[in-house]
């Protein structure tokens, strides 16, 4: 399926015809998981990708209006719930437009930065969990247990060529598998990428795209320590967190297993050099 700016504005036509007037522009670069257009100046339209990204939209629509209140920063703000129409299968949103550039084209201070998004992310965590989704295929299992991954890492990590490298992943899994979350479920936001970390003004402004969101295990919600940032900021990053050693060991067995099974994507090595160097 072919989704573009014509289709967005066929949707918005014929599900949100007060809104037709206004003009539909592809936000580039697009989105994997959802294709995001900007309608007019003030919305967006997000439409899931493939059936699998579907189960966010409701999730979004229920639980986001109810933890933007609770959070430091701006979050997605759905105004429409828009139903299949226009040749297009599934439900969409359309959000308020969040101002910002992602975090991935430049951050001024990267420290700073560190300390804004740990706080946003204890916000996170203290946000009220009652009737959050628990973790399952709808955040394709972030913020739930590692284990669910385990034999896809260790079969990634033996088939890798190096055989130093495979030694050390490991143990690294191991310990990552040692442990789970023993206190209430919490919010996690699943897919804390540079990406989805808007910049102003030389500060984090807004946080987007909450699809892989749950209550459950914040593990998750670390791995950026290791596929963004520096060494420095790294530790800036997990002073500020406030989270125990053995949740940080699951966050690297998160990280680890992304890494070894998007081998060719080119963020994958360094992500593994990174916590070769942090981890030994």
């Known amino acids: 399926m ?9 949707l918005v036509a014929e599900v949100f015809p007060e809104w037709a007037h206004l003009p539909v522009r592809a936000v580039l670069p697009g989105g994997h998981d ?40 701006p979050i997605p703000a759905p105004v429409g719930h828009g139903r299949p129409a226009a040749g297009y299968p599934w ?8 101002d910002g550039v992602p975090a991935r084209l430049g951050i001024p201070d990267p420290h700073v930065f560190a300390v804004d998004l740990a706080g946003f992310l204890a916000a996170l965590r203290a946000a009220d969990a009652a009737g959050g989704p628990a973790a399952g295929a709808h955040s394709f ?13 260790r079969g990634a990590a033996a088939a890798l060529a190096d055989r130093d490298l495979a030694g050390w992943a490991t143990p ?19 897919d804390v990428a540079d990406g989805n970390l808007l910049v102003t003004d030389g500060r984090l402004g807004a946080v987007i795209d909450f699809g892989s969101s749950a209550i459950g295990d914040p593990a998750c919600d670390l791995v950026i320590a290791w ?9 800036v990053f997990r002073d500020a967190v406030g989270l125990d ?19 060719d994507d080119p963020g994958s090595p360094a992500a593994i050099a990174r916590l070769r160097e942090d981890l030994g």
């Open 245 to 263: 050693a053995a949740t940080w060991e699951r966050a690297a067995g998160w990280a680890l297993w992304k890494a070894l099974i998007t081998l």
């Open 34 to 73: 959802n294709r995001t257009f900007r309608l007019g100046d003030a919305l967006a339209v997000r439409l899931p990708s493939a059936e699998g990204y579907v189960a966010a939209v409701e999730k979004e629509q229920r639980h986001l209006p109810a933890l933007a209140p609770q959070l430091p920063l």
């Open 141 to 153: 299992f972030r913020g739930g247990d590692l284990a669910v991954y385990e034999a896809e890492a």
């Open 227 to 235: 596929t963004s940032f520096d060494r420095a900021t790294a530790r």
């Open 172 to 190: 690294v899994l191991d310990r990552a598998l040692a442990s789970r979350w023993d206190a209430p479920p919490v919010w996690v936001h699943g």
């Open 2 to 10: 072919v989704i573009d700016e014509a289709l967005a504005a066929a």
């Open 91 to 98: 439900p969409w949103s359309v959000n308020r437009w969040l």
